[in-house]
């Protein structure tokens, strides 16, 4: 049954058609059309109508129902307020987004205002994707952005913040006008920052989304898109919010914002109070970021490179879960922020890499600090949680390890005589700004229990000693509860009824429970409370007394413990700048402890940096495959050397010989180096890289209706249009989705451009053949190949690079590795050996090639239409061909009229079967 429409539905203010709970519902319905609506119904959260049939699918949960409107039944849904959050996590990730309405007093409380007054409820809270911050509902090793996308006067501009944790910053796209271009670049710009950032929740204004030329990019992200007024996205409206959150009378002290930035960081603070509902957070001074200051790694090249996610899906078998070896969650967050945002500054690069070399001289230190960082807690996001009143006695547990691992890190770190160098200044930094809050420390070793209940009010968290009044309180209610038991105990002497119970529950408060069978047992002083199927309840004056004592004390001591929990609170939140770069400083030395640990363990080295543009790589091996293999040292290496006189490397080879695994690694060398860590190769020496451009293997594009060639092709343009000399390319097999000849012409010109006019470091590889004869006409390309060794038939691999070309393609070997049939098999190898006598018979291609002009076209005839290359070869192999004839006159003057400086290709081509003709 499809539920109720809302929009024809009974007016929410006419009392008369509905009850009052529901008219309510439909009210706050009416304001949220958009979100699901949790609605508090004592301890549950009730969804309902269309509402209810959403959440039951998506939950797996009940669908019931409950009331009649219109006369039709109203579907209901509910879920336990105790596991709310499971139950959210599992709608976020559905891709709803939820209102909380919650009761704002109990049934008590709404009596006292008088009448028949309902209790009063409110919306406290929107849970969006991007504005979560419970652990149960986020991932501990990822920052969870939320982004905003803003344009104006031409520039566009992406702001993000994680309220989990605080941290606020903005980028700006210059106007790209005057660029080839421009709406491309602009879009391809916002497409790696948001790659970058992989927000889970994108605002933008409904304008923008209306931009036809950015309709790609919003489908690639449709699934995060929170389309918002365009009033939201105000500059001058972006200013005053955020001198206003920062208290400020200019924005100057935080930077110089162009107008796109504004109407972006003011987009954010915006949609983050319309979330939550009067809650400030604590964020970070919104700070620059500048694209000039981090390599660029386009959607493209960290999809194709599985630099943080693996092409299967998933974070296993990319490199980021090859490389961490992190113990905390802030550490695993900020090694990810530094993988995908690698340095284009040598001295900042270095002091990160000074920090791990360091740590690798010293593997006692290693595991010293590793033990301790086992044991740190999150800091971040307990404090945020604390700060916005959702936090809980387990946060400032967490707080109090932290601080506890932040003393003994710092006692690691002091200088000790076993040291032979000073502290890097990162280690030594880092160390200065823990420690400092001990009396803060102190105060949370005293207050907390061991064991802690997850919310304040659930009390029993203030550890005996730390309040006298509470302990007194304590005591008077534990006595009162012992005094209870002691009762029960009288009872069932006097009654005979050895089966009594005194319970209790929320509605009825304590009570005596016996079986129906023993109801004449009882005594006259019994006031009947409740029947049940197989048990009766009452109570007597002497329960109700005690009843009275245990409350009143119960009642005290969790006020007091409440009070007690705001104090540590408020002093925390004094306190919350320093406990944001304590917490921060954990995490850069897990960070650099991790890559340390790493570097020791899998014989990393550290990289040498340079300005120039070189790029020479000894004994390189690939971080994810070699982790795969059985053990250390069982990958095989290989050098590559892309110095100025050899830039770009002609990589052939059969199909599983390495090709695209050598490229790869190459490519994953150079981030690893520039985001600080050393690198799986005997040596390194890299010239700073500006950006990683790969384009390796491919998929089609169905929902674009993009075939996978012209999804090589898009990428393959973005690499020719934004490569710089400074750039490292790596591509593979392109122009192999298409026709040999038309595949062939675009790798030669692909080539030729990168070497003419890219003029950047890149490893090509291919299986033309014909492209190896380029080598004599390009000064920076050189060939290199495969090792591979054919023995009794069968095809070993080598996986080494050496210097020459391939001599076969080993095409049908690879086929045979594969299981194909033997009958095709066979005939393949029949059909291999015709075509390889045939093209004997014919001038080879490299010869063609030195006649060919650079970037130089020339109308060509049409070549005459034959039948096929399948029906030339089966006709030609049914028939032996007969023996060559002698050359003739006519031949040899056909030859002497040749110039081979004014052929083009496909002239060549018609030459060749002008002379066969004459042959």
Known sequence: MSAPDLKNSPDPKDAGAMTSTTAHYLELKKQYPDYLLFYRIGDFFELFFEDA????????????????????????????????????????????????????????????????????????RIVTPGTLTEDTLLDAARANYLAAIAESGGNFAVAWLDLSTGFFAVEAIPDQAGAHNPTGRIKSDLSAILSRLHPSEILLAEKLLQREELFELWGDWRGQLSPQPNSRFDSENGRHLLQNFYHLATLDGLGKFDRAELAAAGALLAYVELTQKGLVPRLDRLTQSHRQAMMRIDPASLRNLEVTRAMAGGREGSLLAAIDHTLTAGGARLLQQWLVAPLLDRAVINTRLDAVEFLTLQPALIERLRKI???????????????????????????????????????????????????????????????????????????????????????????????????????????????????????????????????????????????????????????????????????????????????????????????????????????????????????????????????VKAYYTRPILYEEPVFRITGGRHPVVEQNLPEIGNFIANNCDLSPESAIWLVSGPNMAGKSTFLRQNALIAILAQMGSFVPAARAEIGVIDRVFSRVGAADDLARGRSTFMVEMVETAAILHQATPRSFVILDEIGRGTATFDGLSIAWAVLEHLHEINHCRTLFASHYHELEGLSARLAGLTCHTMKVKEWQGDLIFLHEVIDGSAEHSYGVHVARLAGLPPSVLARASDILHFLEQRSEERPNAAAVMDDLPLFQSKPSAKRPKSGGLGAVVAAEMAHSPPPPPPVTDELRAALRGIDPDSLTPRQAMEMIYQLKGLV
């Open 53 to 124: 049939e959403k959440a039951s699918a998506a939950l797996s949960i009940t669908l019931t129902r409950r009331g009649k409107l219109d006369g039709k039944d109203i579907p209901l849904a509910g879920v336990p307020v105790q596991t709310a959050d499971h139950y959210l996590a599992k709608l976020i990730r559905a891709g709803f987004k939820v209102a909380v309405c919650d009761q704002m007093e109990d049934a008590a409380e709404a009596k006292k205002r008088g009448g028949k007054s309902p209790i009063r409820r409110e919306v406290v």
């Open 373 to 599: 960082l086992q044991h740190a807690a999150d800091v971040e996001r307990p404090l945020q949680r604390l700060s916005m009143g959702r936090g809980g006695p387990r946060d400032l547990l967490a707080i109090r390890q932290a601080m506890l691992a932040g003393l003994d890190v710092r006692e690691a770190l002091r200088p000790q005589p076993a040291h032979t160098a000073p502290l890097p200044a990162l280690l030594a930094d880092a160390s200065q700004n823990m420690g400092r809050e001990s009396d803060l420390l102190d105060r949370l070793e005293r207050a907390l229990r061991p064991d802690l209940p997850i919310t304040a009010r659930d009390g029993g968290f203030i550890a005996p000693g730390y309040a006298a009044e509470l302990d007194s309180l304590v005591l008077l209610r534990d006595q009162s509860r012992k005094a209870i038991a002691d009762y029960q105990a009288q009872l069932v002497r006097a009654t005979g009824i050895s089966s009594l119970r005194i319970k209790h529950n929320g509605i009825l408060g304590y009570f005596i429970e016996i079986n129906p069978k023993d109801s004449d047992k009882i005594s006259k002083d019994f006031i009947h409370r409740q029947a049940l199927v197989g048990a009766v309840r009452y109570t007597d004056p002497a329960l109700a007394e005690l009843e009275r004592g245990i409350s009143g004390a119960a009642e005290k001591s969790l006020a007091l413990e409440l009070k007690l929990f705001d104090d540590l609170l408020a002093e925390i939140k004094a306190r919350s700048e320093a406990l944001v770069q304590m917490a921060r400083h954990l995490a850069l030395v897990d960070c650099l402890v991790g890559l340390a640990d790493l570097a």
